[in-house]
């Protein structure tokens, strides 16, 4: 793998996870505010933009696995890893918010 | 044209910023862009004619909108545009989003 090959698929894992993490949060926010058309719509979308990340994520991971060492760690890559990390994490949090949310709808 | 370009960190968004500022210049079109952080955006949204946003962070929006007052488009950035670094389509955008701020 060259440089420059990591670097695109780094851009775009940044791109995929990054913007899946900002409509788990999205999705969130219109939960909050009762809006759950809103909510499940970007949680749909958020779910396909992670499974890209995911699947450019899992040919590093096979180039590594071929090859080890293939794949040298740069800091790009890190930005890539801690998005998709934090995609995961809001959207495990979003669903347990939603969860919240509804209770807090049908207590009122 | 002010541009300004927040992302989560501001790395991703710096090499981007370089690549927008070439469409510009191919085309003649004078352009100041720079990046910065969310973390940082009050004390730089005041220096732009626009706001961009990185995909990872389109979520602060409304945020960003009522930061500046509504006084300045906020634009995300398309996400197939950040990930292949493509700096035409996103000057494109840019070009395309100030023209319909300009007409309402």
Redesign the interface.
């Known amino acids: 793998m060259t440089e420059d090959q990591l670097e695109q698929i780094c851009f775009e894992l940044i791109a995929y996870a990054g913007s899946a993490r900002s409509e788990y949060i999205g999705a969130i926010q219109a939960a909050s505010a009762g809006r759950w058309d809103e909510a499940e719509a970007k949680v749909k979308d958020a779910t396909e933009q992670f499974m890209q990340a995911h699947n450019a994520h899992q040919d590093l991971i096979r180039a590594e696995v071929e090859q080890p060492g293939a794949v040298p760690v740069r800091i790009a890559l890190v930005h890539a890893e801690d998005q998709m990390a934090s995609a995961e994490s809001f959207k495990i949090l979003g669903d347990l918010f939603f969860d919240l949310y509804r209770r807090m709808e049908r207590e009122k | 044209m002010k541009v300004l370009m927040l992302?989560?960190?501001g790395?991703?968004t710096g090499?981007l910023c370089d690549r927008i500022k070439a469409a510009a210049d191919a085309q003649g079109v004078e352009l100041t862009i720079w990046a910065a952080s969310e973390i940082n955006a009050r004390e730089n949204v005041g220096e732009a004619d626009i706001v961009l946003l990185?995909?990872?962070?389109?979520?602060i929006k409304d945020r960003i909108v009522d930061m500046v007052e509504n006084k300045i488009p906020v634009m995300v950035i398309d996400?197939?545009a950040?990930?292949?670094?493509n700096g035409e389509k996103v000057f494109a955008d840019v070009q395309a989003c100030m023209e319909e701020w300009e007409h309402d």
């Open positions: 992302c989560s960190m790395m991703s090499m990185g995909p990872q962070v389109k979520y996400m197939v950040y990930g292949t670094m």
